[in-house]
C-alpha cells in the first residue's frame, strides 16, 4: 500500500524566496492535514481538508502561508516569502474521514531550512 | 484545563522493565483515543488504538480511565528498539477532531 507522499523531503532555501511543499494522500481517504513540527512547539496543525474543501486554517501562522487541495490526490502548502523561523519539518497526514474515529496516516515529511 | 497533557519526560528505564505513561484530556466527551510513536526524525506512526475496555498487542497495554480522563500506555520488558517519544491522540474540546499531546520521550538504556 502507497502511503502518503510528500515531496521534496528536504529543502533549503533563503529567506524571501517561495517554498512549496506537496502531498498526495492515501487513495480513498478524505481528509487531509497539514502539520509544522518544531523542537518548541511540538506538532502544531496548519490547516485541514475535508473532501478537498478547507475546513479549518486557523492554524495557519499568517498570510504567507497558503495551502491549496485541487483534488483529491494531491495538496499544496505555499510559503511566501520564506522567513528562517519557518524552518521546522512540515508533515502532510490523511485519514479516511474528518471527525474524531480515523486514525491520521502520516507522510515522510518536509524538512525545511531557511537561511 | 488543556485539550491534552503528557510528561515530556524524558524516561529512562533499563532493558527489560516495565514503564507506563499517562495522558489527560479535557473532552469528557471524548470516544476515540489513539497512541503513535515516533522516532527522532521521522514521523508520527500509529501504535494503538485505545478503546473503553483497554487493549493490549504484544508488551503494549493501552487503558482508558473516563472517570479520570486520562488514558495510559504499558510497556511490558521494554526493548531497547522503544526508544522513541510517544504521542497520545485525543478528541479536541468540540469534539470535531483529533488533537496531539506533546509526547513523552522514553530512552531504554542496556
Known amino acids: 500500500d502507497a502511503g502518503v507522499i510528500q515531496s521534496p523531503r528536504h529543502e533549503v532555501t533563503e529567506m524571501g524566496q517561495e517554498v512549496t511543499l506537496r502531498c498526495k494522500p492515501i487513495?480513498?481517504?478524505?481528509?487531509l492535514f497539514w502539520y509544522r513540527q518544531t523542537m518548541m512547539r511540538g506538532l502544531e496543525l496548519l490547516i485541514y481538508?475535508?473532501?478537498?474543501?478547507?475546513?479549518?486554517d486557523s492554524g495557519m501562522p499568517e498570510d504567507r502561508f497558503s495551502a491549496k487541495m485541487p483534488n483529491a490526490s494531491f495538496s499544496t502548502l505555499k510559503i511566501q516569502p520564506s522567513e528562517p523561523r519557518d524552518s521546522a519539518v512540515y508533515f502532510c497526514?490523511?485519514?479516511?474521514?474528518?471527525?474524531?474515529?480515523?486514525?491520521?496516516?502520516f507522510g515522510n515529511g518536509t524538512r525545511l531550512t531557511v537561511t | 484545563r488543556k485539550e491534552v497533557e503528557q510528561d515530556p519526560g524524558p524516561f529512562n528505564v533499563p532493558e527489560g522493565a516495565t514503564v507506563a505513561f499517562n495522558c489527560t484530556y479535557s473532552?469528557?466527551?471524548?470516544?476515540?483515543f489513539f497512541w503513535y510513536r515516533q522516532d527522532c526524525r521521522k514521523e508520527p506512526k500509529l501504535l494503538m488504538s485505545?478503546?473503553?475496555s483497554g487493549n493490549e498487542d504484544g508488551r503494549f497495554t493501552a487503558q482508558l480511565n473516563r472517570a479520570s480522563q486520562y488514558i495510559s500506555l504499558l510497556i511490558r520488558d521494554s526493548k531497547l528498539s522503544d526508544s522513541a517519544t510517544y504521542l497520545c491522540?485525543?478528541?479536541?474540546?468540540?469534539?470535531?477532531?483529533?488533537?496531539f499531546g506533546g509526547g513523552t520521550r522514553l530512552m531504554v538504556k542496556p
Open positions: 485505545v478503546y473503553s
Open positions: 487513495s480513498g481517504h478524505n481528509s
Open positions: 481538508f475535508n473532501n478537498n474543501v478547507p475546513i479549518d
Open positions: 491522540v485525543v478528541p479536541n474540546n468540540a469534539g470535531n477532531m483529533l488533537t
Open positions: 497526514a490523511s485519514s479516511l474521514m474528518a471527525g474524531n474515529n480515523s486514525p491520521l496516516h
Open positions: 473532552n469528557s466527551a471524548s470516544q476515540s
